[in-house]
């Protein structure tokens, strides 16, 4: 494998060269006092370096190649922002460079280590979905607790944008954006999509005007996501929700959004895009339909309720809602089951506060500058279960098991922006494995 400039600059950065190795072309010796800022937009790679070449100090930038010719390549000896460069580094030096003033900028060859080459190259490019599943156990614990909590933290940022995008299409409106998230995740994954759009299609104004009826709540909600519309797939082999049988409550539904749809000119959902396929009752569409109704009906404007709640079990309660009586012994229209309690289980109700609550209190405590919010955000993930997922079993395998649902949450914002997108480089785990001067990883697994 040949180093790429991502892994030059790497190995510049952390000084992971053989010392001696630094000599210009012309024989003079390269000390390094300070490597320089990275810089990650267009310009020289490291800013503000401070260099020793032959006993003498020179402060600038460094520029890092694979090899001398992409200085001419990328038309360095044309731009006028690399007459700051005070060295050149290749892997490959095959060339003189100068810069365009017509100066020639002293250059040395940057020597990689062959280990370090060996494991970038495991690492980066290696068929493992998590590349470094197998070495996970090499790394000190506190490495990993301590890395965590940053990581969670990336995530809740990393959702703060898409709260932020919300909020513009909404007009900044926090309830209506609660409620679209809200709704996507009481999905619950298989069915997120279609509660997503079910939300869209269905202003939150209109409901919270019908808060303190139920009927007219489910009314809206069922009629909006097209189960009371005429049956469409008899059998629901594909898998979408079979529409309902007509029994007296859901006439009565049927009923009553008819004369809600003409009033609010609204368009239900066609060809019902709810699923069921390999879905248990208790989180088939219909109930859970039923069971956000009851949430709206209890709470109305919930994304208040959520802001002014400082206490994790204070918050789960408002959540704890029991459906209308028709769902004690319903999970779909017109099917009775046995009377019991359909309240959403603790397990739910956590979902949605990694999901929901905690990403929306994080993104108004940003939007505020209020650390109050955010570290309210935090506080209720730490409190959580963690999430049991391909991603986070991906971890436990490799000897890493989560301790909440921030970890949980840490741990796929790790998978998703780092391991997915083989930027071992910028991970502490990476790093922590590159740098450690450890036999080739290859070895290293072949002898567990």
Request: net charge positive; aromatic share 10%; hydrophobic share 35%.
């Amino acid at each position: 494998m040949k180093a790429n400039e991502q892994l030059l600059q790497y190995l510049w950065k952390y000084k992971l060269y053989p010392i001696s190795s630094l000599v210009t072309t012309d024989g003079r010796k390269v000390e390094v006092i300070d490597p320089g800022i990275q810089n990650l937009d267009a310009g020289p790679d490291f800013f503000n370096a401070k260099v020793k070449i032959g006993g003498q100090l020179w402060a600038g930038n460094v520029e890092i190649h694979g090899s001398s010719s992409d200085w001419l390549l990328h038309g360095h000896h044309r731009d006028k922002l690399y007459n700051s460069v005070i060295l050149h580094l290749a892997e490959k030096v095959n060339r003189e460079v100068v810069n365009e003033a017509g100066w020639t900028v002293p250059q040395c060859r940057l020597e990689v280590p062959p280990s370090l080459l060996e494991n970038a190259e495991f690492l980066i490019h290696g068929d493992n979905k998590l590349p470094c599943q197998s070495l996970l156990c090499l790394l000190p614990e506190k490495l990993i607790e301590t890395y965590l909590p940053r990581l969670a933290t990336e995530r809740l940022e990393r959702k703060t944008d898409d709260v932020f995008k919300l909020l513009e299409r909404f007009k900044n409106s926090w309830d209506e954006v609660f409620y679209v998230m809200l709704s996507r995740n009481f999905g619950f994954g298989v069915n997120a999509d279609a509660f997503y759009r079910l939300a869209l299609s269905l202003p939150f104004n209109y409901l919270l005007k019908h808060q303190g009826d139920i009927v007219q709540l489910e009314a809206l909600l069922f009629g909006q996501a097209g189960f009371l519309d005429d049956p469409i797939t008899p059998n629901g082999q594909d898998g979408s929700a079979v529409p309902s049988e007509r029994d007296d409550y859901y006439l009565k539904l049927r009923e009553e959004y008819r004369f809600l749809k003409a009033k609010y000119s609204l368009k239900s959902l066609k060809s019902t895009p709810f699923k069921r396929l390999r879905v248990r009752p208790r989180s088939f569409p219909e109930l859970r339909i039923a069971q956000m109704a009851s949430l709206l009906h209890s709470s109305g404007r919930l994304f208040s309720v959520i802001l002014k709640e400082e206490t994790y079990d204070g918050m789960l309660s408002h959540f704890q809602t029991e459906p209308s009586g028709y769902w004690k012994s319903h999970f779909a229209f017109g099917k009775a089951s046995k009377d019991t309690p359909k309240r959403m289980g603790k397990g739910s109700i956590e979902g949605i506060v990694i999901n929901t609550v905690a990403p929306i209190l994080f993104a108004y405590g940003t939007s505020l500058s209020d650390v109050t919010y955010r570290e309210r955000a935090i506080n209720f993930l730490e409190l959580t279960k963690p999430e049991k997922n391909a991603t986070v079993k991906a971890f436990e395998k490799g000897g890493v098991t989560p301790r909440n649902g921030a970890d949980s949450q840490a741990l796929i914002q790790l998978a998703r922006e780092y391991c997915d997108k083989r930027k071992c480089f910028y991970c502490r785990i990476g790093h922590t494995l590159l740098s450690s001067g450890e036999k080739p990883f290859t070895t290293v697994e072949t002898s567990r």
